[in-house]
């Protein structure tokens, strides 16, 4: 029994997970609650700060966990956090994003036969589009092997830097990594769901939220740059 307990803890511990913060310090509490479980099984957990003025970082470090100061901007923070990471998978986690309790067995369970890949996504709230957006969200990754970022990307450390990382673009960092990774493997897309808030459908309006996505993604794959579609990302 104790062999086996060890065991398990020695898989957690292989198990890097990277969140990117930026004035999250009303999401916090429920993030350090949903992240201690994770660390407390064994699991390296870093939070990797762009410069945020409401003291998330102080916050985060002062509750006990490791918190890397790095230049603003998704991309930046995520290859800071990656560059910094203990473990031989890595886990990249957006702070408004949750791992369903038997997350990390599904991660590995998926590394037996492939190198990368992503979660099917429930989103939280009571729009009924939600359900219908998260479907064909999955469904999409599903069919192009293209994973977004509240799917909860994770990786083999080594193929992470053989491509590079994250292209360092204010936008679409998601699709680009997808884009590397599917040279190497197909990723594993698990049925399990993570579960991501549907704040920002809310704030702005599902619909237009749905329609300025599909908009951009399609911008962005007749090749206007990152750069370019950040400003129409409101």
């Known amino acids: 029994m104790e062999n086996d307990k060890n065991h398990v803890q020695l898989r957690f511990q292989a198990l890097s997970i990277i969140v ?30 762009g410069g945020s003025e409401d ?3 102080d916050v985060a470090e002062a509750i006990g966990f490791k918190v890397i100061r790095s230049t603003r901007g998704r991309a930046s923070q995520m290859n800071a956090g990656a560059a910094q990471a203990k473990g031989q998978v890595l886990l990249f986690l957006h702070a408004d994003t949750r791992l369903p309790d038997n997350g990390i067995e599904q ?3 998926a590394m037996k036969t492939h190198r990368w890949g992503r979660f099917d996504v429930r989103i939280r709230g009571d729009a009924l589009m939600f359900t219908v957006i998260a479907f064909f969200m999955n469904i999409r990754s599903r069919l192009t092997g293209i994973a977004t970022g509240d799917q909860a990307i ?6 992470f830097v053989e491509v590079g990382g ?12 997808s884009k590397q990774l599917q040279k190497h ?4 897309c698990l049925y399990t769901k993570v579960t991501t808030s549907g704040r ?4 702005y309006g599902v619909w237009h939220t749905v329609l300025l996505m599909w908009r951009l993604r399609w911008a962005y794959w007749r090749g206007v740059s990152a ?8």
């Open 107 to 109: 991660i590995f369970n």
């Open 154 to 159: 994770f990786v083999a450390r080594d193929l």
């Open 55 to 57: 003291g998330s970082a």
């Open 166 to 177: 994250f292209n360092e673009q204010p936008l679409m960092e998601d699709i680009e990594l």
């Open 20 to 49: 990117p913060i930026l004035n999250e310090i009303e999401l916090l509490p429920e993030l350090m609650t949903h992240l201690q479980h994770w660390q407390r099984c064994g699991c390296d957990v870093l939070l990797v700060d």
């Open 185 to 188: 493997n197909h990723p594993a």
């Open 200 to 203: 920002r459908w809310l704030t």
């Open 227 to 234: 750069e370019q579609l950040a400003k129409e990302y409101v």
